[in-house]
């Protein structure tokens, strides 16, 4: 018996520290995007000796507001699964609790979603790293619509016997090829590993109307009465 309680301390440790090394890549990779600007700004300074125009230190400004968002929302997220837990909670609380952390990182989209029955009544686990998953697919969303010049992107609930379909329908085609020399390109494995985790998995495919949709899927935790 207490081998077996030995085993399933380690496992639960081994959990919470899978957990953590997602929410830590994470942060890794959405970091990258406001250091890698901040990085040509300081180069094109040094390289001309002029001193800084105003606008470019407003640029840089905003960016250390967005690296200090990702890491407050690290320490939010990782507060939130302190010893890799997990929460039961609707859906709707979820996405509400993501949207309103992601939003402030990206205020000019905007998000075609209110809470329906559906996901107010179907529950779900979640853990720490959950809310980082959807919210860097919702920002993958974002930035296809962007690219096809649309600033809105939509999201629906869906529920069956089989669990919880949370659907992010973009403008565009999808996330585009990872690319550049920082040979990041974490975001959906990450996000895919995170739903993962909890028994899910991510699907994405063209739109029937349109647009690239991607779907998650995650077990459901039951109804409310």
């Given at each position: 018996r207490q081998r077996l309680a030995r085993e399933r301390e380690r496992v639960l440790r081994d959990e919470a520290l899978l957990g953590m090394g997602t929410l830590a890549a994470g942060t890794a990779h959405e970091i990258n995007t406001p250091l890698a600007t901040m990085s040509l700004?300081?180069?094109d300074?040094?390289?001309?000796g002029a001193v800084p125009d105003p606008e470019d230190?407003?640029?840089v400004q905003a960016q250390l507001e967005r690296?200090?968002?990702h890491v407050r929302t690290l320490a939010?997220?990782?507060h939130d699964g302190h010893s890799g837990g997990q929460r039961v909670e609707t859906v709707a609380a979820l996405l509400a609790r993501t949207l309103s952390r992601w939003s402030l990182l990206r205020p000019g989209?905007?998000?075609?979603?209110s809470p329906d029955a559906v996901a107010e009544a179907t529950r779900l686990r979640s853990d720490a790293s959950l809310p980082m998953a959807l919210a860097n697919l919702v920002n993958n969303a974002a930035d296809a619509s962007l690219r096809a010049g649309s600033d809105r992107i939509r999201l629906a609930v869906e529920a069956d016997t089989a669990g919880v379909r949370i659907l992010i329908m973009d403008g565009g085609a999808g996330p585009?090829?990872?690319t550049g020399s920082d040979g990041l390109g974490l975001g959906l494995m990450i996000s895919n590993a995170s739903i993962e985790r909890l028994g899910g998995e991510v699907r994405?495919?063209?739109g029937e109307t349109g647009g690239h949709l991607t779907e998650v899927r995650l077990p459901a935790a039951g109804t409310r009465a």
């Open positions: 700004l300081v180069d300074w040094r390289q001309s230190l407003e640029t690296i200090r968002g939010e997220l990782t989209i905007v998000v075609d979603w585009a090829p990872a994405q495919y063209p």
